[in-house]
């Protein structure tokens, strides 16, 4: 039962929002992305029991700049983050869904080697969720979830265009929809959604929207779980830039692709879930005016979540 009584925890992740600090990865200091790639592998569609529900998840990335900007992938950037949140699921049903809402403040160090020689630290922006509704279609093992969340810009902001440390200031709102086979052990699940930025309020640059996809095929073998996890990240939508910088565009699109493994254990009290995933495919272009300089971190992640009920 671990899948559907704890795995939803690292959507709650979704908030850990980090990445390195690249001055060519779209708008200068920021990664790209607010949520981690592969932060909801342990994430189902399913819904806990009604309670409240916290969790404590760490995450490393250890990655390089790819791209035509550093052709010789030769800065290093590597990312820490600590993440705590609340889920609750009060037993509400609407449409013959299950209600849940979450809370999540992530806490990140960041820093990028020569040439750039940056660091930052502090708190990232907060996650909210407010609705978020699950479907059990029948005793079919099959779940949907569909739902909303929102990060507030009211993490640690500074620098002239607001990205000197890990918050951003911009609000970015952010659908998903999720689909799970969770029988006989088995946990089949699909995970999609959309980051929809607006303006930094203090530059007036759009980053372009970034799509995300994660798959897991897990089994489990008494408390035992394991199995092959698979993520995407993408941007769909071009940057749209402003008069702070000059109307250059940074980055027009990046794609990147995972692969990994997950293994969890469910103690009873708690659940432990660890997985980690390598950049196997990376490719960033545009830039303008001028030649293409665009990157994108490229590297591996891990991700280490213990969860428990109230």
């Known amino acids: 039962m671990q899948s559907r009584k704890y795995a939803w925890c690292a959507a709650l992740a979704g908030a850990a929002m980090m990445g390195g600090k690249s001055a060519h990865a779209y708008e200068a200091g920021y990664p790209g992305w607010s949520m981690p790639p592969g932060v909801v592998l342990g994430m189902t569609a399913a819904t806990p029991a009604p309670g409240f529900y916290s969790f404590n998840e760490v995450y490393t990335a250890q990655a390089h700049r790819y791209g035509p900007g550093d052709p010789s992938s030769a800065t290093p950037i590597r990312v820490a983050s600590v993440v705590t949140g609340v889920l609750w699921t009060p037993g509400w049903t609407f449409f013959g869904a299950r209600y849940e809402a979450l809370i999540v403040q992530p806490f990140t160090m960041a820093d990028a080697g020569a ?22 279609l029948g005793n079919t093992g099959l779940f949907v979830k569909t739902g909303i969340g929102v990060t507030v810009p009211d993490g640690t902001i500074s620098g002239p265009n607001g990205l000197g440390d890990p918050g951003a200031p911009w609000w970015i709102v952010q659908p998903l929809l999720a689909f799970s086979y969770l029988k006989d052990g088995w946990n089949l699940t699909a995970n999609f959604s959309l980051e929809m930025n607006t303006p930094n309020t203090k530059t007036e640059y759009r980053t372009g929207d970034i799509l995300h996809a994660d798959f897991v095929a897990t089994k489990a073998f008494g408390k035992w779980r394991v199995g092959p996890v698979a993520s995407y990240v993408g941007q769909v939508t071009n940057d749209t830039s402003s008069a702070f910088y000059h109307n250059a565009i940074n980055v027009s699109s990046y794609n ?37 300089r665009a990157t994108i971190p490229k590297g591996y992640k891990v991700f280490a979540n213990l969860n428990f009920r109230f």
């Open 115 to 136: 040439p750039l020689n940056v660091q930052s630290g502090g708190v990232r922006n907060t996650f909210i969720a407010p609705v978020q509704l699950s479907w059990a």
């Open 256 to 292: 990147l692709f995972a692969v990994g493994g997950l293994v969890g254990y469910d103690f009873g009290p708690v659940v432990l879930n660890l997985w980690a995933t390598k950049d196997v495919s990376a490719s960033a272009s545009g830039g303008n005016p001028g030649p293409n």
